[in-house]
C-alpha cells in the first residue's frame, strides 16, 4: 500500500510539472516582445485610432491566439455565473452541460435497453450469433453522424435526432461486449446450473450475468466514450442548445478564451464519466 501510495503522488508531482511545462510554451508561444518603441513613431491619429479600437499600443504583441490569462479570465467569468439564462443563444455553461448530458443519458438508456438483452440472446444462442452478425458488421462501422441528415427528415425534431444519433452510436459496442461476454461464461458453471435444474431466466441472472458483467460494463464504458464525442458533433450540426452548439456559437463569435473553455469542459466531464464507469467496473470485477 505505501509503494502504490508513493507511486500515486510521484505521479502527480510527474503531471503537475507537465501542466506548468505546457502553460508555461503557450504563454511564450502567444506574446512576443514589447511593441512601446515601435508605437512611438506611430502618428497622433493612428494611435487614438487604436486606443478608440480598445488596442493598447504599448502593449505586447500578439499571435492573436488567446493566452492561458485570457482563458483564465473568460472561465473565471463562464463558472462565476453558469445558470444564467438570457435567450436562445446566451446561456450559462452549465445549462448547456445540462441539455449536452440530457441528451446523451437519455441515447444511453435506450441503448442499454436494446443491446444488453440482445447481446445476452446472441450469446447464448449460436444460430442467433450467425444470423445477426452479417447485419451488425455492415451496421457498425457507420459514422453516426451518417444518420443525422435521415433523422432529421423523418423525426423533425432536432433534440429527438441527436438522441436518436447517441443511441445509434451506443448500441453497437455494448450489443458486441455483452454478447461477447455471454458467450465466454464458463462451461463449467452452466453445466452445474444445468445439473442443478435451474430455469433459463434464473441461470441468466443467477450465472451468466454475475460472469459477464466486467466484459458488459467494458462496453458501456466505449459507448458512453464515443456518446460524449458524438453529442458534440451532433450539436454543431442541429444547433440550439448544449456544449457542442456553445462551442460552435462562440467560434462564430470569434471568442477563442470562450472556445478553449468549453474545450476543456468537454475533456473534464468525459474524464469524470469514464471515471465513473470504471469504477462500476472495479465492483463487478471479480479477483482471484
Not at 193 to 201: D, K, N, P, R, Y
Amino acid at each position: 500500500m505505501k509503494a502504490l501510495a508513493s507511486l500515486n503522488l510521484r505521479a502527480m508531482v510527474v503531471s503537475l510539472l507537465l501542466l506548468f511545462c505546457f502553460i508555461g510554451i503557450w504563454q511564450l508561444a502567444t506574446t512576443g516582445p514589447t511593441v512601446g518603441a515601435a508605437a512611438g513613431n506611430r502618428t497622433a491619429e493612428e494611435l487614438e485610432y487604436l486606443k478608440m479600437m480598445g488596442k493598447d499600443p504599448g502593449a505586447t504583441k500578439s499571435t492573436g491566439f488567446p493566452s492561458p490569462l485570457q482563458v483564465a479570465q473568460a472561465s473565471l467569468g463562464h463558472l462565476s455565473d453558469p445558470f444564467f439564462d438570457r435567450g436562445p443563444n446566451d446561456k450559462g455553461i452549465a445549462i448547456q452541460l445540462a441539455h449536452s448530458l440530457g441528451r446523451v443519458g437519455l441515447g444511453f438508456l435506450l441503448a442499454v435497453l436494446v443491446a444488453i438483452p440482445l447481446g445476452f440472446l446472441i450469446g447464448m444462442s449460436p444460430l442467433m450469433r450467425k444470423a445477426f452478425d452479417p447485419f451488425i458488421q455492415v451496421l457498425k462501422p457507420i459514422s453516426p453522424l451518417a444518420w443525422m441528415p435521415l433523422a432529421l427528415y423523418t423525426l423533425k425534431d432536432s433534440d429527438v435526432s441527436g438522441i436518436f444519433v447517441i443511441f445509434i452510436c451506443s448500441v453497437w459496442p455494448m450489443l458486441v461486449n455483452t454478447a461477447f461476454g455471454v458467450a465466454s461464461v464458463k462451461r463449467e458453471w452452466l453445466n452445474v446450473a444445468c445439473t442443478l435444474e435451474v430455469s433459463h431466466l434464473r441461470r441468466a441472472f443467477l450465472v451468466i450475468l454475475p460472469a459477464a458483467a466486467p466484459t458488459i460494463l467494458t462496453g458501456m464504458r466505449i459507448s458512453m466514450g464515443i456518446a460524449w464525442l458524438v453529442i458534440v458533433a451532433a450539436e454543431m450540426l442541429v444547433g440550439g442548445t448544449g456544449i457542442g452548439y456553445f462551442v460552435w456559437n462562440e467560434w462564430n463569435n470569434l471568442s477563442l478564451p470562450n472556445v478553449i473553455f468549453a474545450i476543456g469542459v468537454i475533456g473534464i466531464v468525459g474524464m469524470l464519466l469514464d471515471l465513473m464507469f470504471s469504477q462500476v467496473q472495479k465492483m463487478v470485477t471479480y479477483v482471484e
